[in-house]
């Protein structure tokens, strides 16, 4: 099932995107209020069979996507987890024995089909491709052998970067991360029953249809399964939760002269089993 967040007439719900239709499960009667809480009462399953059951409301172009959940209580970002994106830096330093983890804001992600914001601030926005992880129960001190158990199903990030302002300060890269509309979160949420999320899975991302990053799940140091584990130690992740696991290496920042995204590009990131999301590059006015 494909679950997507969107507005629809002025008013934000949620519903089953199938081909080119959408059935809108907020605008019926005793359905959760919004994503995050039909996966907090454990009712996607329940919500697909309802869908099955009932005619499109309306055509897929009749809809503004939103963040796939446009409410998560945390948003927990994976950097460097990619075996050769960490060889990419070419520092020396050996695999990192635990991962690298931040934080985002509900405010720096739009949804599908919406555009990222290049900063006046700044000229050194970046993408970064990731599969993205929604976490569907509760859980602290998961074990690893039970992760899948709380697993909503997946989506799709663009994990922009604004890259001087990572460097900002010694120990973060909290402001480079956080700009208002500098990634995006999309298109929908993919369950498990069409997709395994511990699976071998691939990222790709292109600007303006140039492939720039290509990686396979194989690949990452830290699996989804161990990324569950080791979270949910110091977290309590609760449904709704949003888990980006990292970007293969070919980030602009990493070519030389470095390729930054500038007004009008358009970035794809695509996960087979998930789709594309697709946003264009708009310039913040000063």
């Not at 209580?73 to 990619?82: L, P, R, S």
């Amino acid at each position: 099932m494909r679950f997507a967040s969107f507005t629809r007439a002025g008013r934000a719900s949620y519903g089953i995107v199938r081909a080119e239709e959408v059935v809108d499960l907020g605008a019926r009667a005793d359905t959760p209020a919004d994503l995050r809480d039909a996966i907090r009462q454990d009712r996607l399953a329940a919500l697909g069979d309802l869908a099955a059951t009932l005619p499109a409301d309306c055509s897929i172009s009749d809809i503004s996507y939103l963040p796939t959940i446009p409410n998560p209580e945390k948003i927990i970002c994976i950097g460097v987890n990619y075996s050769n994106r960490n060889e990419e830096y070419r520092d020396g330093s050996d695999a990192p024995k635990y991962p690298s983890v931040f934080m985002r804001n509900r405010d720096s992600l739009v949804g599908h089909e919406q555009p990222i914001i290049d900063p006046p601030e700044s000229d050194q926005l970046d993408y970064e491709g990731e599969i993205v992880i929604v976490v569907g129960k509760e859980g602290r001190r998961i074990p690893q052998e039970r992760a899948h158990e709380h697993v909503a199903g997946l989506t799709i990030m663009n994990e922009g970067s604004i890259r001087d302002y990572l460097r900002h300060a010694k120990f973060n890269v909290t402001q480079g991360k956080n700009f208002e509309h500098s990634g995006s979160l999309g298109p929908w949420l993919v369950t498990p029953d069409e997709l395994d999320p511990m699976g071998t899975l691939q990222v790709l991302t292109r600007v303006n249809g140039e492939e720039r990053q290509n990686d396979i799940t194989d690949n990452l140091m830290f699996p989804f399964r161990y990324l569950l584990g080791y979270l949910s130690t110091f977290y309590r992740l609760r449904p709704g939760d949003i888990i980006a696991t990292g970007t293969p290496n070919g980030a602009g920042a990493r070519f030389d002269p470095p390729k930054y995204l500038r007004a009008g590009d358009v970035v794809e990131v695509e996960v087979p089993g998930i789709g594309v999301l697709r946003n264009a590059v708009e310039t913040e006015a000063a």
